[in-house]
C-alpha cells in the first residue's frame, strides 16, 4: 500500500513539472470542440442534439492521445523496469498509474465539459448529465487504454496501433456515455446508462491492471 | 533452466521453470499434450489438411448446389436471397473465428503451450477475411432490399467492429519482432476483445433501438424452406472445413519459421529439397 501511494504521489508531482503535457490533452478536447461547430454550422439547434455525441468523441480521442504517456517515459528511463522487478504486487503499482493517469488526463474532461456545454447550447440538467456520464466513463477509458498502451510499449508506430486498438473496445463506453443524455432529451431519463456504466467500470477496475501486469511482464522477457 | 530446442520440443511448452505439475498430473495432461509439440504437430497437421481441403470442395459443390440450383425462390426477395448462403455461414464464421482464438489464446497463457499462440495467428486472416465478406456480401444483399449499401443496423454495426478487433489483433502482432512477446501480447489481447464482444454487440443493439434503426430486421425472416436451410447448413460446414485447412496450412508455415534453426525442421525431406 506505502508502494502504491508512492507511485501515486510521484506520477502527480512528475506532472506537475510537465504541466504542458498535461494541459495538451485538455486543448486538445478544446479545439476539438471548436472544430464541429465550424464544420456544421452555427445553428444551435442541431449543435444542441449533437453535443453530447461531440463531447464524448473529442474526450475518447482525448484520452486516447494521452495514453502513450501512462508507461512510454518510464519505460524509457528504465524506472518502469524497476517497478516490474521490485517484490510488490505489479498489479497494484499498475493500479496506481492508471489511477494517476485518470486524474491527469480523465478527470481534467470532466471539469472542462460543462463549459463546451454551454458553449453548444445545452441545458444544465443536460450538463449535469453529461458530466456524470464522463465521471464514470473516463476512468474505464484509462483501463482499458492502459492495457493497449501496455501491450504496444517501445513498438514502432506505438501510437496509432494504440488507436487502433483501443477504439474498437471504447464502442460501449461511447453508446452508454452518449446515450444517457439522448434519453434524457427523449423524456426517458437517464437511470439505466449510469448503471450499465457503473457495471462497466467495475469489471475494468477489477482486470484490467492484472492484464496490464501481464502485457508489461511479456514486455520485459 | 534453459533447455535445447529438441529438448523443449519434447516438453511442449515455453518455460519450464521448475513449477512443473506433479505425476498424475502430467498423465492426465498426457494425451493433450500429445500434438502440443510443434513437431508431432506439424505431422498431425501434414495428414489432416488434404481431408479437411477435400471435404470443404465437396460440401462447397453439394452447398452450392442446393442453394443455388435447388433451393425454391424466395416469394418476397426473389432470387436476390440466395446470397445468403455466403453471407449467414461467413458471419458465423467470423464470430466462431474470434472465440476459437481466445480459445487458444487462454490455453497458450495457461499452459504456456507454443503451439498456441500460432493458432491464435494463423486463425486471425481467415477470421478477418469472413468478418469483411460478410460485411460484403450484407451490403450487395441490402442495396436491392433495403435501398441502402449501409444500414446502422445492429448486426452490421457489431460485425463491423468485430473486423476492427481482427484488424488490430493482426496489426499488433505484426508490430512485435519477438515471436514469444507476440503471442503472449497477442493473447491478451484476444482475450480482452473476447471479453468486449458480447458488451459491444449488446450495447450496439440499444443503441440501434434508441435511434430506430432499419425498420426491416433480419431475425424477423419468415421461416425457412428446408432446402434453403440445408444449403445453409452445407456452406457453413464447408466453411469450417476450409477455415480449418487454412489454418493448419498456416500453422505448419509458422511452425517452419519459427523452428527453422532445429535439426528436426532442417531434416524434412520438404526443406532438404
Not at chain 1, 501512462?70 to 504486487?89: C, I, K, R
Amino acid at each position: 500500500m506505502k508502494a502504491f501511494t508512492a507511485i501515486l504521489k510521484r506520477d502527480l508531482r512528475v506532472a506537475m513539472h510537465r504541466k504542458v503535457e498535461v494541459l495538451s490533452g485538455l486543448f486538445f478536447y478544446l479545439v476539438v470542440a471548436t472544430l464541429f461547430p465550424l464544420a456544421i454550422g452555427s445553428d444551435l439547434d442541431i449543435l444542441r442534439r449533437i453535443a453530447p455525441g461531440i463531447l464524448w468523441v473529442g474526450a475518447l480521442l482525448s484520452s486516447m492521445l494521452t495514453l502513450g504517456r501512462l508507461f512510454e517515459a518510464d519505460w524509457q528511463d528504465g524506472s518502469l523496469e524497476q517497478l516490474v522487478l521490485t517484490p510488490h504486487n505489479l498489479s497494484l503499482l499498475v493500479f496506481a498509474k492508471i489511477i494517476s493517469h485518470w486524474t491527469l488526463c480523465g478527470l481534467p474532461l470532466v471539469i472542462l465539459a460543462p463549459v463546451l456545454g454551454l458553449m453548444f447550447d445545452l441545458p444544465i440538467e443536460f450538463v449535469l448529465v453529461l458530466m456524470g456520464t464522463l465521471l464514470i466513463g473516463t476512468p474505464i477509458l484509462s483501463c482499458l487504454g492502459a492495457i493497449a498502451s501496455a501491450l504496444t510499449l517501445g513498438l514502432r508506430g506505438g501510437g496509432v496501433l494504440i488507436s487502433l486498438l483501443v477504439l474498437p473496445l471504447f464502442v460501449p463506453v461511447l453508446v452508454f456515455g452518449s446515450g444517457a443524455v439522448e434519453s434524457l432529451a427523449a423524456g426517458l431519463g437517464s437511470q439505466a446508462y449510469f448503471s450499465i456504466l457503473m457495471a462497466m467500470l467495475m469489471p475494468a477496475v477489477f482486470f484490467s491492471p492484472w492484464a496490464c501486469a501481464t502485457a508489461l511482464r511479456v514486455a520485459f522477457e | 533452466m534453459e533447455l535445447s530446442g529438441v529438448e523443449r520440443n519434447k516438453v511442449g511448452c515455453q518455460w519450464d521453470n521448475g513449477h512443473s505439475k506433479n505425476e498424475t498430473d502430467k498423465k492426465m495432461m498426457g494425451f493433450f499434450f500429445k500434438y502440443a509439440p510443434p513437431q508431432a504437430f506439424y505431422r498431425l497437421s501434414g495428414k489432416l489438411i488434404p481431408w479437411f481441403s477435400g471435404a470443404g470442395v465437396l460440401l462447397t459443390v453439394a452447398g452450392l448446389w442446393v442453394g443455388l440450383g435447388m433451393a425454391p425462390t424466395d416469394a418476397q426477395q426473389g432470387e436476390g436471397y440466395r446470397i445468403i448462403f455466403l453471407h449467414v455461414p461467413a458471419s458465423w464464421m467470423s464470430m466462431v473465428i474470434f472465440m476459437a482464438m481466445a480459445f487458444w489464446s487462454f490455453l497458450g497463457l495457461t499452459f504456456k503451450t507454443r503451439l498456441s499462440g500460432m493458432m491464435t495467428a494463423a486463425l486471425a486472416p481467415t477470421g478477418a477475411i469472413f468478418a469483411f465478406l460478410s460485411l460484403w456480401t450484407g451490403a450487395m444483399w441490402g442495396k436491392p432490399m433495403w435501398g441502402a449499401w449501409w444500414v446502422w443496423d445492429a448486426r452490421l454495426t457489431s460485425e463491423l467492429i468485430l473486423l476492427f478487433l481482427y484488424l488490430g489483433y493482426i496489426a499488433l502482432t505484426s508490430a512485435i519482432d519477438n515471436p514469444i512477446r507476440r503471442d503472449k501480447a497477442g493473447a491478451i489481447l484476444a482475450l480482452v476483445g473476447s471479453i468486449n464482444v458480447p458488451i459491444i454487440y449488446f450495447s450496439v443493439t440499444w443503441w440501434n433501438t434508441l435511434h430506430q434503426g432499419a425498420s426491416i430486421s433480419m431475425t424477423k425472416a419468415p421461416s425457412m424452406a428446408h432446402l434453403m436451410l440445408l444449403g445453409m447448413l452445407l456452406m457453413a460446414l464447408a466453411f469450417w472445413m476450409y477455415s480449418i485447412a487454412v489454418a493448419l496450412y498456416r500453422v505448419r508455415t509458422l511452425i517452419l519459421e519459427r523452428e527453422s534453426a532445429t535439426k528436426w525442421v532442417q531434416s524434412l525431406a520438404e526443406v532438404v529439397d
